[in-house]
């Protein structure tokens, strides 16, 4: 049976901080809409106190964790022990996204070294903590992080990525809005 927090404790940080990858999960209101869970990697989680957690998003596919968010900011982290002892950690909560056109986007990025480039910085408030046996969790051995994900980032001027952000996350498979290019938006205040 799960137990449940209302915050972190020192026990569940420590957990968090051996592990090198989380899974993001979240979901428009709509009933027809779809549920979004995504694998999340490298060092780019941060604890930020009991009650908060951040990570770099760096981008992908699609822009779902960023449009469920600006619709209702319901999130979930879980967190699952492949090595040591079996464990499964949920951190529930509402999240908000800071993109990389925010005027506040340079200083939240400040706080990942290593990361000069994100699509956006993912905050979330804790409402309830919850872990569970993870008995269910097969045992895994780490090798090392893939390279294309920067890769991708890093092929590209500064200028080229943040049109191909603008291109290819302007909305999610539902059709709510991602990521709106500033010449849009100057278009969108006449209508």
């Not at 968090?16 to 549920?35: E, N, R, Y």
């Not at 960023?66 to 909560?93: D, K, P, Q, S, W």
């Not at 506040?104 to 290593?114: H, P, Y």
Request: net charge negative; with cysteine; glycine share 8%.
């Amino acid at each position: 049976m799960a137990k449940v927090y209302e915050r972190l404790t020192e026990k569940h940080i420590e957990f968090i901080k051996k592990q090198k990858m989380f899974f993001v999960a979240t979901a428009p209101l709509s009933a027809d809409g779809s549920v979004n869970v995504s694998p999340k990697g490298y060092d780019s989680l941060r604890i930020v106190d009991d009650t908060h957690v951040e990570w770099v998003d760096l981008g992908g596919s699609g822009i779902e964790t960023v449009a469920h968010l600006r619709e209702n900011a319901r999130i979930t982290l879980m967190f699952c022990a492949v090595e040591g002892a079996a464990n499964i950690l949920r951190l529930y909560g509402k999240g908000s996204a800071i993109t990389f056109d925010d005027p506040n986007f340079s200083e939240a990025l400040s706080r990942f070294d290593g990361f000069d480039r994100g699509r956006a910085i993912i905050r979330i408030e804790i409402e309830r903590v919850s872990d569970s046996c993870g008995w269910g969790v097969p045992f895994y051995e780490y090798k090392g992080e893939r390279d294309q994900l920067r890769r991708s980032i890093e092929h590209r001027t500064e200028d080229e990525w943040k049109k191909h952000r603008y291109n290819s996350n302007a909305a999610s498979v539902d059709g709510l809005l991602g990521l709106l290019n500033p010449t849009d938006q100057a278009g969108l205040s006449k209508i």
